[in-house]
């Protein structure tokens, strides 16, 4: 069985070019942080499932730390807090869970970050017993899928009107997986 207990324990990689990257368990001392990453103006909001901007940031953090059904982490460069990450849908059991609820600083996307925290999660959840990982894309963001499949992920399809997102729109997801025996560990 895999060992759900071992996916909270702080992560870190040295060796990326923009500085040192750490996931540590999201906390209060990242409140600040984290709110700071989600301006206003970010073009990202529209496609993403919940708000973090203004008046909803400080609800959503809430929820992410009081979460049962999530392992939430602060995403760390060099100390600075340059977003947030998850675990979800941890099924030991079927030894399955979902990466997701990964939020960056604009001007964090695009430089490789996103790739080496996803690199980070698989190494985790494949060293701690689980054999498959599903991460979930709305099929609006084509950057996003094209990062997913860069990792090795296989599309399995899409669920139709899956989720309402905070903008009211009736969001399609395109749900990935990627298997313990066909990752890399780029």
């Known amino acids: 069985m895999a060992d759900a207990a071992l996916l909270a324990a702080p992560m870190a990689d040295g060796q990326w070019p923009g ?8 906390a209060e001392e ?3 942080g984290l709110r700071a990453c989600c301006r206003v103006d970010d073009p990202v909001w529209p496609i993403y499932p ?5 008046e909803h940031f400080d609800p959503q953090f809430d ?13 760390l460069v060099d100390g600075a807090v340059r977003g947030t990450t998850s675990f ?5 059991d079927r030894q399955s869970l979902e990466i997701g609820g990964t939020l960056l600083a604009q001007e964090a996307r695009g430089t490789g970050l996103n790739g080496r925290v996803k690199a980070l999660l698989l190494a985790r959840a494949f060293g701690a ?14 950057r996003s899928q094209a990062a997913v499949l ?8 899409v669920l139709r009107a899956e ?14 997986s990627l298997l313990a025996h066909e990752w890399s560990g780029h």
């Open 19 to 26: 500085g040192q990257i750490a996931l540590v368990p999201l």
């Open 150 to 157: 860069k990792l090795g992920a296989t599309r399995e399809g």
């Open 129 to 142: 017993g689980f054999r498959r990982v599903e991460l979930r894309v709305d099929a609006r963001n084509a």
């Open 88 to 92: 979800i849908a941890v099924r030991p």
């Open 63 to 75: 929820a992410m730390l009081a979460g049962a059904d999530r392992t939430p982490f602060a995403v």
């Open 163 to 176: 989720r309402i997102t905070w903008t009211g729109h009736v969001r399609d997801t395109v749900v990935f």
């Open 50 to 54: 919940y708000a973090m901007f203004g």
């Open 30 to 32: 990242h409140r600040e």
